[in-house]
């Protein structure tokens, strides 16, 4: 019953979500990309992954990492950017778009922002990862709206059930 429970307020808050959230629409190739950051996040230490993809091409991708690197700050988003700047640098990163399975944090969110990545696509929101594990409740449009120098689509809600289906 009380998993039952669960999956209602999952629900609810998803019908919530998709009233008043999505600054972006959903484009064409959303659902494929994002099906990769769930794979990355399938593999991850918390089910967490992301992938960053430049006109139509994945260029980096990372999963949660906090336990096997003993780094509370290795998100699958950090984990990601961090790979792409080793990779192709910080000018890259402008006009990238970052998928991931879970909607920012605030710390992700924020390194999004400073990198200059030019839209964000999440699959599950903060509130439906906060039935599962613990948020910080702010949403990527909260730390968006308070960053007046930062132009970024954000866009939520792609295969999000597949995403929260990750944790067990
Ligand atoms: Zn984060």
């Not at 009233?19 to 230490?45: C, G, H, N, T, W």
């Not at 509370?72 to 950090?78: D, I, K, L, R, S």
């Not at 950017?81 to 640098?89: K, V």
């Not at 924020?110 to 439906?128: D, L």
């Amino acid at each position: 019953m009380l998993k039952g429970g669960t999956a209602l307020v999952a629900v609810a808050l998803t019908a919530g979500q998709e009233v008043r959230a999505r600054s972006a629409p959903v484009l064409p190739d959303d659902a494929r990309f994002m099906q990769l950051a769930i794979d990355e996040a399938a593999k991850a230490d918390f089910p967490f992954g992301s992938v960053i993809v430049k006109d139509g091409e994945v260029l980096a991708q990372g999963h949660n990492r906090t336990h096997a690197e003993r780094d509370p700050t290795a998100h699958g988003e950090m984990v990601a950017i961090r790979a792409f700047l080793r990779q192709h640098g910080p000018e890259a990163l402008k006009g990238t778009t970052l998928y991931t399975s879970g909607e920012p944090c605030c710390m992700c969110m924020g390194a999004i922002i400073w990198c200059g990545i030019g839209r964000v696509v999440f699959a599950a929101s903060i509130a439906q990862l906060a039935t599962k594990i613990g948020q910080i409740m702010l949403t990527a449009e909260d730390i968006a709206a308070k960053a007046p120098f930062a132009s970024i689509d954000i866009t939520g809600g792609v295969l999000a059930e597949d995403a929260v289906r990750l944790f067990k």
